[in-house]
């Protein structure tokens, strides 16, 4: 499968076949390159400790990259929950600049307008992208393991067809997180996560070798599964080979201890 994203100049990775099929949407997932405050990269979040104006600094200048600026962007409180909000151009720059008047205990995002970044922060969960390419409507999912048992990706799904849109026309990129080789997660992990599957299905956790209770989880392939049941075709799923725990591109919460930044994903349709 070809990896869906490419690293541009500037350190931003781009959702390329979306941005060349669908001129004026701008997708994509930042790195921790350039950029100012305490970690020494591109740290997006406000919640992590760092300098307020260092961050406002990098949201800024990554907003004149993507080509919607910060002050056009939507922000949440995430809480690795499924709550999402259909948000319109009236609610530009919640969460932007600040974190008080972000959304609160949202980890999802949905539009039909244009002139809006959706954006959520990660480091190590799996970022969500959506797109239906006849009713042009995006969105964006924080998908951490709670998330993704929990099932915000079909919950997104579900709330597009109530909408109107077809299978068919939505297509889904799953983005850079932490690998299956990578990650390792308890019984209880699995025991929401097996829920979703029927008796003989391939799974997406192995155990791990000398540790009882203990397996390798890939959430990346846990959500392609989950699209796949909710009615997506397999062919409107793109899925990254991009881990943030193996790349020094990004910050990781597992590797770094907890004490690290925060990438973003965004997606937006520029006016």
Not at 124 to 139: A, E, H, Q
Request: aromatic share 12%.
């Amino acid at each position: 499968m070809t990896e869906p994203f490419k690293k541009s100049k500037n350190g931003l990775y781009f959702i390329d076949r979306w941005e060349k099929e669908a001129p004026g949407l701008t997708a994509g997932f930042t790195s921790k390159e350039g950029g100012f405050g305490r970690f020494n990269g591109l740290n997006m979040a406000f919640h992590v400790k760092d300098d307020l104006a260092g961050v406002q600094k990098n949201r800024i200048m990554v907003g004149e990259q993507a080509g919607i600026t910060a002050d056009n962007w939507v922000g949440c409180e995430q809480t690795h929950g499924i709550h999402i909000e259909h948000v319109t151009k009236k609610d530009s720059g919640r969460g932007a600049l600040d974190y008080d008047s972000a959304f609160s205990s949202t980890d999802g995002l949905y539009t039909n307008d244009s002139g809006i970044l959706l954006t959520l922060c990660y480091a190590d969960c799996v970022p969500l992208y959506f797109y239906d390419n006849k009713s042009l409507r995006i969105g964006a999912a924080h998908a951490g393991w709670k998330g993704s048992v929990g099932g915000i990706g079909p919950a997104m799904i579900e709330k597009w067809k109530e909408e109107g849109s077809r299978m068919e026309d939505i297509h889904v990129v799953i983005g850079p997180s932490i690998c299956g080789d990578c990650y390792k997660v308890g019984k209880s992990v699995i025991d929401e996560a097996i829920k979703w599957y029927g008796k003989d299905e391939m799974k997406s956790f192995l155990p791990v070798s000398n540790e009882p209770c203990t397996f390798y989880f890939s959430l990346q392939t846990f959500n392609r599964d989950l699209f796949i049941k909710a009615g997506i075709p397999e062919e409107n799923i793109q899925v990254t080979r991009l881990c943030t725990s193996c790349s020094s591109d990004f910050f990781s919460h597992r590797r770094d201890n907890g004490d690290t930044g925060r990438m973003i994903s965004f997606i937006g349709w520029k006016e």
